[in-house]
């Protein structure tokens, strides 16, 4: 059957639909929100969509548009905005995420640009306003992602879409967020722990990416088609090893790629002292002095540029870096196995997308 689309050309359309929609709900939110409830409202909203708007690959929400229309849902003018809705609405949700995971991890950039907290905490300085500038910035960008979260529940809530498939999208939804959370606190523990496991790296990559990442957009996709259940479990193997091997590929880039192409600087995993498959690896296969400096390093707020390129060459020598990037490609592998045993369930053209979408993880460079 010929395809409609390439992959790459299918995923960018749907990224332009859901960067239009953005667009759009962001000048209704901005506008309202100062009629409605003022310039202190104005200032949170905008915070959160102004995270919202930088955008990226907008991976999630097309993942969403993906999964609704490999599983026969509707591509009418109606399906067509009932699913585009539903992928701002995870877009939503991931900015959210962000806008907490930013203050967490101390980040300053955010896709080349401040952070929320940070952009905040400087409004509170050049307005030369009472009271402390950093705990303004944290405050107001709670508060800020607080509201996108609601708001993007509400957003799920009221789609054009049955009753019961609204329900089992936001039960879908809620759940992951939940996971995610584990997720997110496994990786703060991680930091302090003294002794971190192969099996707790494993555990955020999949309950903190893999999970809302990949599996829920997908699902909530085809959910919104009427998938049955035994669509949506064929496609969870896939969308599991699929995201290990994508924050897999992402920690890799997030030390040995650059400043222009992360959003941010790449010392900032060390300097946060993330513990990665790359890091975690390095300290029990480095011998004693390199396991030393790297545990010395990692979390270290005053991290050189010589001190980081010495981490880098730490976690080469160890063999980690070829470690990783060997365990991304078994993922996916494994991804593209399961996907071919449940090809059968959805649309061919939906599956090559998925199919390609896994072998470029290998070959990702920003």
Not at 226 to 250: E, K, L, S
Not at 294 to 304: F, P, S
Request: hydrophobic share 40%; proline share 2%.
């Amino acid at each position: 059957m010929p395809k409609t689309a390439t992959t790459p050309s299918k995923l960018t359309a749907y990224k332009q639909l859901i960067d239009d929609d953005i667009a759009a709900y962001a000048a209704y939110i901005r506008r309202t929100t100062l009629q409605q409830y003022g310039a202190a409202a104005h200032l949170e909203s905008d915070a959160f969509l102004r995270i919202l708007e930088r955008g990226g690959k907008r991976l999630r929400g097309a993942l969403v548009m993906l999964g609704y229309e490999m599983s026969g849902g509707a591509m009418d003018k109606a399906g067509q905005a009932m699913i585009v809705q539903a992928a701002r609405a995870i877009e939503m949700l991931h900015a959210y995420i962000l806008i907490i995971d930013d203050i967490q991890d101390r980040s300053r950039l955010r896709r080349g640009d401040k952070t929320a907290h940070v952009a905040l905490a400087e409004y509170h300085k050049t307005h030369q306003l009472a009271g402390d500038s950093d705990h303004f910035g944290v405050s107001l960008a709670l508060n800020a992602a607080i509201g996108g979260a609601h708001a993007a529940q509400t957003i799920l809530a009221n789609l054009d879409a049955p009753a019961g498939l609204r329900t089992n999208v936001m039960s879908i939804t809620n759940r992951t967020m939940l996971v995610t959370g584990h997720g997110q606190t496994q990786d703060i523990m991680n930091e302090v722990a003294a002794a971190v496991t192969a099996q707790d790296v494993g555990n955020v990559l999949e309950w903190k990416t893999a999970t809302y990442t990949m599996l829920n957009p997908l699902h909530v996709g085809m959910v919104l088609a009427g998938a049955d259940c035994h669509a949506t479990d064929g496609i969870t193997p896939y969308a599991t090893h699929v995201g290990i091997a994508f924050q897999i590929t992402d920690d890799i880039l997030g030390v040995f790629g650059s400043e222009q192409a992360n959003g941010k600087s790449p010392m900032d995993d060390i300097r946060e002292g993330k513990r990665t498959m790359l890091s975690v690896y390095a300290l029990e296969h480095a011998d004693k002095a390199d396991q030393n400096f790297l545990l010395q390093m990692l979390g270290n707020d005053r991290l050189t540029p010589a001190e980081f390129t010495r981490c880098k060459q730490i976690i080469q020598e160890a063999g980690a870096l070829d470690y990783a990037q060997k365990q991304a490609a078994d993922h996916i592998a494994t991804a593209l196995k399961s996907l071919d045993k449940e090809a059968h369930r959805w649309s061919p053209e939906g599956v090559e997308i998925l199919r390609g979408l896994a072998r470029g993880l290998l070959r990702r460079d920003t």
